[in-house]
C-alpha cells in the first residue's frame, strides 16, 4: 500500500532536494530502465545464435560483455563507482552507486559503494529508516502511553494504551494470564487485562495452571458418593435398632414393675 504524506511532509521533501536533484533522480530512473529493454533486446538477437551450452552466466560484480561471431562472451568488472550484486546472471550494465548525502545530520555511512553492493548507510540513534529516509522514533510518554515495541532501524515505535501490553501483528494486546488452583479466568476486554479470581463456595479448579472461564461444582461421586450413600442407607438401620432396643427395654422394666407389685 503506497504510503500517503502529509502536506507538511511534502512541503519538507520539496526543500530538502532541489528541482535539480529531483531532475538527477528522475533521469537515474530513466536510464535504469532503458538500459534494461536494451539489454533485453540485445540478449534476444544474440542467442539465436548461440546454443544454451555456450551461455556464458556473470556474478557479483561483473557484467557480461557480448562477442561477435563464434568467440564466447565475457564477464568484466564493474567500472568504478558501479556495482552488480545479482548471482548467475546476462546483464550488459552495472548499477550506478548511490551518494552519501553527508549534510544529513540524521544519517551515517555504514559502508562505502564497492563493485559487489551499493553504499550502505543507517539512521543514527533515536531514528528509523522508511522510504530512503531517517525519521525520529516515536516518544510514547509524550503520547501518555505506554512502549509496546521499541523502536528499530526500519520499524517505528508501537505505543500501547495500557502497561504490560505486548504487541503482536502490529496490535496492541494484552499477554496470556494463566489461572492457579482454585481460580477461574475473567477474560478481559481489548483494553482490559485478564483476571483470576477465586472459585466460590462448594467449586473448584484443580489445575494449577489454566485459563478455565468457570469452576467446577465440588461432587460427592466416586469414592465420596459411596461414602455417602452407605451413610444415607445405615442411618435407617441404626435409627430402626435403637427403637428396638427401647422398645425392649421399655418391655423390661415394665414386667419388672409388675411382678414387684404382685
Not at 536494451?38 to 544474440?46: E, M, Y
Amino acid at each position: 500500500m503506497k504510503k500517503l504524506y502529509p502536506y507538511s511532509v511534502l512541503l519538507r521533501f520539496q526543500e530538502e532536494f532541489s528541482p535539480k536533484q529531483l531532475q538527477t533522480r528522475i533521469l537515474n530512473i530513466k536510464t535504469m530502465k532503458l538500459q534494461f529493454l536494451h539489454t533485453c533486446i540485445v540478449l534476444a538477437l544474440h542467442i539465436e545464435t548461440r546454443t544454451a551450452a555456450a551461455l556464458v552466466h556473470c556474478g557479483p560484480g561483473e557484467k557480461l560483455v557480448l562477442a561477435h561471431g563464434q568467440k564466447p562472451d565475457v564477464c568484466v568488472p564493474c567500472p568504478s563507482r558501479q556495482y552488480q550484486n545479482k548471482k548467475h546472471h546476462r546483464l550488459l550494465y552495472c548499477l550506478q552507486c548511490a551518494a552519501f548525502d553527508s549534510l544529513n545530520p540524521r544519517l551515517v555511512l555504514a559502508d562505502e559503494c564497492t563493485r559487489f553492493h551499493n553504499t550502505k548507510f543507517r539512521c543514527k540513534t533515536g531514528f528509523y529508516l522508511e522510504e530512503g529516509d531517517c525519521y525520529p522514533c516515536t516518544n510514547c510518554a509524550l503520547l501518555g502511553k505506554f512502549k509496546g515495541r521499541a523502536c528499530s532501524k526500519k520499524h517505528d515505535t508501537i505505543c500501547c494504551d495500557f502497561q504490560g501490553m505486548v504487541v503482536e501483528n502490529g496490535i496492541c494486546k494484552f499477554d496470556l494470564i494463566y489461572c492457579g488452583a482454585g481460580e477461574y479466568l475473567v477474560p478481559g476486554m481489548s483494553r482490559h487485562r485478564d483476571e483470576c479470581r477465586p472459585c466460590g463456595s462448594g467449586s473448584n479448579n484443580p489445575e494449577h495452571r489454566h485459563r478455565n472461564t468457570n469452576c467446577s461444582v465440588i461432587h460427592t461421586t466416586g469414592k465420596s458418593g459411596s461414602t455417602g450413600s452407605s451413610e444415607m442407607v445405615a442411618m435407617p438401620m441404626i435409627i430402626s435398632l435403637l427403637l428396638a432396643v427401647t422398645t425392649v427395654y421399655y418391655c423390661y422394666k415394665r414386667r419388672s414393675l409388675v411382678i414387684h407389685v404382685y
